[in-house]
Every structure is written in structure tokens, then in C-alpha cells.
């Protein structure tokens, strides 16, 4: 999975509680992205970092907020999880002209 | 904004025959069109792309797509289908705004090839 890891790999939490999903490269690679998965909706983009301390939002970014001191680190914060932010998310980096590469997934579970 | 449709939630084969997985866009300017492949409890892979040049793109797994102008399509084909090819496919169009490579999905069509 080109050097992506994301942690964990499963969570349970209630609702209203902060939660915080890592996902860490060994590439260097300049861009990395938080996406969700949803049935019918595909994926969608959360935020995206364009390098280290700049970020942007994506297309479903309410509820969430990112971080990145370091190249290889990218934080996705939900910072008082809701039912609705229950999803399967993915992380993603990639260069400038590069396709994007995906971590395996992290399937969060809001209660 | 650009978009992506999959028109056919799933698609089934048998082995052996040829399958063909439906793509169509809408962008403003050039596409960047993406094909990825999930299989189950794992994160997506990268099959192949299109920029620029020829219109039949050949990728991985034995793989290819016919990128069509006129049609605004970008269909996933391969000549003979395998039973592990079962997967979930999504197509996908880059947005150039900003840098990177941030990409606007489809919603996916899942194929089941079956013996």
C-alpha cells in the first residue's frame, strides 16, 4: 500500500467524544487526503494538505478538522463525533503529477 | 464542478467473457480520468489513467479503458473476465484546482464474475 499506514484500524466511540485518525507515509510525498466512504455516496473528500501546515477543505468538511507539523504525518480530527460521521476513511498521498496512492482504511463506528 | 457517473451499481460476467465497466464524466477543460479497483476490507488500488495522447489506456491486471471525447466516457473494459476480478471499481476525474491530486469519485459499480 506505498508506504501508508493509518491508525487504528477500527475504533468505536460515542457520540460527542474527539477522535483523532493518524495516517503516516514513508514516500515524501507532498500531498496526502482524508476521504470517507459511504454506500451510494462513493468517496468523498474531507480535507486535503498541500504541504506541511497548509490545508484545505474538501468537498464534506464540516465536523472535521486537519493537521500537519510534519511531511509524513496528516491528522483528521472529528471533534465531537456524530452517528453521521460513522464511515470507513481513507487516507491518500500523492505527488504533484502523480496518481494518488490509499491506505487501507480506518472504519469508525459512532454510538 | 466536475463530476463522475456510474451508471450500473453492479455488473455480473461470467469467466472467460469480456467485461465492460460504464464511466461518464463532466469537467470543465481537459479530464484527468482515474480507474480503481477495491477489494473487500482493503483500500483502493491505482488500475490506470488517462491524460493525454492515446484514447485506449492500458493498466494493470490485464486491464484497459477507451477514453472517448465526444461520448464524455471513460469505460473500463478487459477481454476476459477471472473470478478474481470481483471487486468494487470506482472511476474518478482529478480537479486541477489547487494542485495535487484531489479526485471526485463515482459511486461505484461492483462486479462479480461468476464460473
Known amino acids: 500500500d506505498a508506504g501508508i499506514t493509518q491508525s487504528p484500524r477500527h475504533k468505536v466511540t460515542e457520540t460527542g467524544t474527539p477522535v483523532t485518525l493518524r495516517c503516516h507515509q514513508t514516500?515524501?510525498?507532498?500531498?496526502m487526503y482524508w476521504y470517507r466512504q459511504d454506500p451510494g455516496h462513493g468517496l468523498r473528500l474531507i480535507h486535503y494538505s498541500y504541504g506541511v501546515k497548509d490545508t484545505d477543505k474538501g468537498e464534506v468538511s464540516d465536523g472535521y478538522s486537519v493537521s500537519r507539523s510534519k511531511t509524513e504525518d496528516f491528522l483528521l480530527t472529528l471533534e465531537s463525533a456524530t452517528s453521521s460521521q460513522t464511515s470507513v476513511y481513507f487516507c491518500?498521498?500523492?505527488?504533484?503529477?502523480?496518481?494518488?496512492?490509499f491506505g487501507q482504511g480506518t472504519r469508525l463506528t459512532v454510538v | 464542478a466536475q463530476s463522475v457517473a456510474q451508471p450500473e451499481d453492479q455488473v455480473n460476467v461470467a469467466e472467460g467473457n469480456p467485461l465492460t465497466v460504464k464511466c461518464t464524466y463532466s469537467?470543465?477543460?481537459?479530464?484527468?480520468l482515474f480507474w480503481y479497483v477495491q477489494y473487500p476490507n482493503r483500500g483502493l488500488q491505482f488500475l490506470l489513467k488517462?491524460?493525454?495522447?492515446?484514447?485506449l489506456v492500458k493498466g494493470s491486471y490485464g486491464f484497459e479503458a477507451e477514453f472517448n471525447k465526444s461520448q464524455t466516457s471513460f469505460h473500463l473494459k478487459k477481454p476476459s473476465a477471472l473470478v478474481s476480478d470481483s471487486a468494487l471499481y470506482f472511476c474518478a476525474v482529478r480537479d486541477i484546482s489547487g494542485g495535487g491530486n484531489k479526485l471526485t469519485f463515482g459511486t461505484g459499480t461492483q462486479l462479480k464474475v461468476e464460473l
Open positions: 488517462y491524460i493525454t495522447g492515446d484514447n
Open positions: 469537467v470543465s477543460g481537459n479530464p484527468y
Open positions: 514516500e515524501n510525498h507532498r500531498y
Open positions: 491518500a498521498i500523492s505527488d504533484r503529477d502523480t496518481e494518488a496512492f
